[in-house]
């Protein structure tokens, strides 16, 4: 007859362990789809503000014509420092930096690797206007993994290129990290356009 009781008391804590387990996740799944729906939202308005600002403006792509012609200075540099670039990146530093959180490292390096893409699509002759849009078939994926969460969603994105024959698909992608104080941030944006075109 103990030896019953003793089974008994051990199953009824293992019920409650159990309990408790299952609590616990259905909890953190909740937490977690609601996160979810809240970076979608973040990223594509992220993807939003990137369009306008992913393909270089005519000053740009003159500033890069004007860089080729120079003898005294690296081109590239010459490019990087021009005025029409400082602008644009000024600009995009202020469409951008919402995103970004109290920690300005991400957009710069971010901001940099624009000023970059702009260096390319102006030696292609690539121009505004971009505009990208979620296929209506289209789902954000959010992954979490490690204190990071990455936002995928195919884009149709629409450019006047003829490789790209004037449009294409592209996999639009946001990586969010927790700041100190545990809210996420953008720390890299692409929408995926060079992949296409290169």
Not at 156 to 170: P, V
């Amino acid at each position: 007859m103990r030896l019953l009781k003793k089974i008994n008391r051990g199953f009824v804590a293992f019920l409650l362990v159990l309990l408790g387990i299952a609590v616990y996740l259905s909890l953190t799944a909740a937490q977690q789809k609601a996160r979810q729906g809240q970076l979608k939202q973040t990223a594509q308005a992220y993807i939003d503000e990137l369009s306008q600002l992913e393909l270089p403006s005519a000053a740009v792509v003159q500033a890069y014509t004007d860089s080729q012609q120079q003898t005294n200075q690296d081109p590239a540099e010459a490019f990087l420092n021009s005025q029409a670039v400082q602008a644009s990146l000024t600009e995009a530093r202020s469409a951008l930096a919402p995103y970004y959180g109290s920690d300005t490292q991400y957009l710069e390096v971010n901001l940099q690797t624009l000023a970059l893409r702009w260096q390319d699509y102006a030696r292609r002759s690539i121009l505004q206007p971009l505009s990208a849009a979620a296929q209506t078939d289209s789902v954000a994926k959010v992954q979490f993994e490690d204190g990071k969460a990455v936002v995928t969603q195919n884009l149709q994105l629409r450019l006047d290129y003829e490789l790209l024959g004037g449009q294409a698909i592209s996999n639009a992608e946001v990586d969010f990290i927790k700041d100190d104080q545990g809210q996420w941030q953008v720390y890299y944006g692409s929408l995926g356009l060079m992949d296409l075109i290169k």
